[in-house]
């Protein structure tokens, strides 16, 4: 079996050194020490997703998890570019505010593009939420109770985890989930479409 501490490191590098160790195991069990929250989710969906099994131990200030079983390769590893083609729709929210004039113009115009998503019978199959974008999926946002009805109608809502740290509102997080960067850069480029408001 194969060690590896990822305690203390800051998002995404905990998946990425998950990413790696796997990769060099070559389908030998992985042991890996880690802290909880954003680092605990990201690399369990990370493993999952690629068809791994997580057996999970609580630890004295953080988790350890058995990651084994054979991963299936990224769909950029797996599918020739044709098939990229048809992979998620996302888009990518990296303001509270939509255009470049008055702030309070700003804010309004995202909120009510958010909501208008909700009467589009075509919606985004996962919508990444960065920088000052996380805080409309956050406690107080005028967004959030469309934010969890887009949830609902299986649309990914996913918020940056070091974006919501910068801000302190972590604890906040009202609609969707966390992710890292990794998670973000590797679902946009294989994307059908990235789309920005």
Same mark, same amino acid.
């Given at each position: 079996?194969?060690?590896?501490?990822?305690?203390?490191?800051?998002?995404?590098?905990?998946?990425?050194?998950? *990413?790696? #160790?796997?990769?060099?195991?070559? %389908?030998?069990?992985?042991?890996?020490?880690? $802290?909880?929250?954003?680092?605990?989710?990201?690399? *369990? &969906?990370?493993?999952?997703?690629?068809?791994?099994?997580?057996?999970?131990?609580?630890?004295? %200030?953080?988790?350890?998890?058995?990651?084994?079983?054979? %991963?299936?390769?990224?769909?950029?590893?797996?599918?020739?570019?044709?098939?990229?083609?048809?992979?998620?729709?996302?888009? +990518?929210?990296?303001?509270?505010?939509?255009?470049?004039?008055?702030? $309070?113009?700003?804010?309004? +115009?995202? *909120?009510?593009?958010?909501?208008?998503? +909700?009467?589009?019978?075509?919606?985004? $199959? &996962?919508? /990444? /939420?960065?920088?000052? %974008?996380?805080?409309?999926?956050?406690?107080?946002?005028?967004?959030?109770?469309?934010?969890?009805?887009?949830?609902?109608?299986?649309?990914?809502?996913?918020?940056?985890?070091?974006?919501? $740290? /910068?801000?302190?509102? *972590?604890?906040?997080? #009202?609609?969707?989930?966390?992710?890292?960067? /990794?998670?973000?850069?590797?679902?946009?480029?294989?994307?059908?479409?990235? +789309?920005?408001?």
């Amino acid at each position: 079996m194969n060690n590896l501490d990822v305690r203390g490191m800051a998002c995404p590098l905990p998946v990425v050194q998950v *990413k790696r #160790a796997l990769e060099a195991a070559q %389908g030998a069990e992985l042991r890996v020490l880690l $802290d909880d929250g954003a680092p605990r989710e990201n690399v *369990k &969906r990370f493993a999952q997703g690629r068809g791994y099994r997580v057996q999970e131990e609580q630890l004295e %200030g953080g988790f350890a998890f058995t990651i084994t079983g054979p %991963g299936t390769p990224t769909a950029r590893e797996a599918a020739p570019a044709a098939a990229v083609a048809a992979g998620p729709t996302v888009m +990518l929210i990296g303001s509270d505010r939509m255009g470049d004039g008055p702030e $309070d113009l700003g804010r309004l +115009l995202m *909120k009510n593009f958010i909501m208008t998503l +909700l009467d589009l019978s075509e919606l985004p $199959d &996962r919508i /990444f /939420f960065v920088n000052t %974008g996380v805080l409309l999926a956050v406690e107080g946002s005028e967004v959030v109770e469309t934010l969890n009805e887009l949830g609902n109608r299986g649309v990914e809502v996913l918020s940056c985890g070091i974006c919501l $740290d /910068f801000f302190k509102k *972590k604890e906040s997080l #009202a609609a969707g989930g966390v992710t890292n960067m /990794f998670t973000i850069a590797e679902t946009m480029l294989n994307a059908r479409s990235v +789309l920005r408001p």
